[in-house]
């Protein structure tokens, strides 16, 4: 029994899906309705560069969302696999988009242009250089949850990722996250600042989840017999109202991507499919559980050597 699961923003490259994009006219077909979507040439930024644009958040989350949703779009098209009979569909952050939409929930244009709001929204919603991200590695939710609430008049940071055993992540002020960080380097807790330009996934991003809020109420979702495991919740989730008010939720609470992961393997998952550039999920999954079977999907051997 298998899951398919989807790469959030830190997974993308300059050049991600040139070779599937050369071979197959199917993914040629999905770059060129994006650049009509979007109304400029997202396939030139993601074949071509420059990093520095493809990094800028707005353009990260509809680029990867595209790479991803052509992968899907490729294995079961031409390649006649039923990647459908997934048990169910789970995307980190931004990836929870890609599965709504390979899931059958969300349209491709609509997702591409909410994807292209919710960047827009999340990068304006504090100042460049007042908030950020620190990833604290070989610690575990509980400890930093007792650091935070005993030096809350020392510091305040909430738990933005739970993405493995041993690897959370952290947003808040700038201010603040440089006093949080000596103090678990002091206490012989690795961390390091992330590369990242504002505050994921806390309170700090308010003023995203009022944009996405107005945004998400003009999108039609559609229903599907497809099941998501929510970043919210780490439950499954198919009731499109619920998915709608998960997602504005989604921009201001933690990930519970280690939760997530457990449950589906709770409940008979034993093989995860990650879906799109990079192999980050696919690390983490081995981080949580070391026995399931894991593939990563991004080229064309790969989606070859697949078995479903």
């Known amino acids: ?35 009509d979507t979007l109304n400029f040439s997202i396939s030139k930024l993601i074949l071509e560069g ?39 569909f789970a995307g980190h952050s931004l ?14 244009s609509d997702t591409l242009k909410i994807l292209r709001i919710r960047g827009d929204a999340m990068q304006n919603a504090v100042p460049k250089g007042q908030g950020g991200m620190v990833a604290v590695l070989g610690s575990t939710v509980d400890v930093i949850e007792k650091i935070l609430t005993e030096n809350k008049e020392n510091f305040k940071a909430q738990i933005a990722n739970d993405n493995s055993d ?15 960080s000596e103090f678990l380097k002091d206490n012989k807790i690795k961390n390091i600042k992330l590369p990242v330009s504002a505050p994921f996934h806390c309170s700090l991003m308010n003023k995203a989840t009022m944009v996405m809020t107005e945004e998400l109420q003009k999108i039609n979702f559609k229903q599907s017999k ?32 280690r939760e997530s992961i457990l449950n589906m393997i709770n409940k008979g998952v034993n093989q ?21 079977k894991i593939s990563s999907i991004n080229s064309q051997s790969d989606i070859e050597s697949l078995n479903i």
Not at 167 to 177: H, P
């Open 166 to 180: 041993g690897q959370i992540v952290l947003s808040g002020k700038t201010k603040d996250l440089q006093i949080l």
């Open 1 to 35: 029994m298998f899951s398919v699961i989807f790469p959030g923003q830190g997974s993308q490259i300059v050049g991600m899906g040139k070779e599937l994009y050369d071979k197959f006219n199917i993914v040629k077909d999905l770059f060129k309705q994006a650049d």
């Open 226 to 257: 497809n099941v998501l495991i929510s970043n919210v919740t780490a439950e499954e989730i198919s009731n499109t109202e619920d998915l709608k008010n998960l997602l504005i939720k989604q921009i201001e609470k933690r990930v519970r991507w």
């Open 272 to 292: 995860f499919i990650e879906i799109g550039p990079g192999k980050v999920l696919s690390g983490l999954v081995k981080r949580i559980n070391k026995d399931v």
């Open 95 to 108: 990836g929870e988009y890609s599965a709504l939409s390979c899931a059958g929930y969300l349209d491709f």
């Open 50 to 88: 420059p990093k520095e644009e493809l990094d800028l958040t707005a353009n990260t989350q509809p680029a990867i969302f595209l790479i991803s949703y052509s992968i899907f779009n490729l294995a079961k098209n031409e390649f006649n696999l039923d990647l459908n009979k997934a048990k169910y």
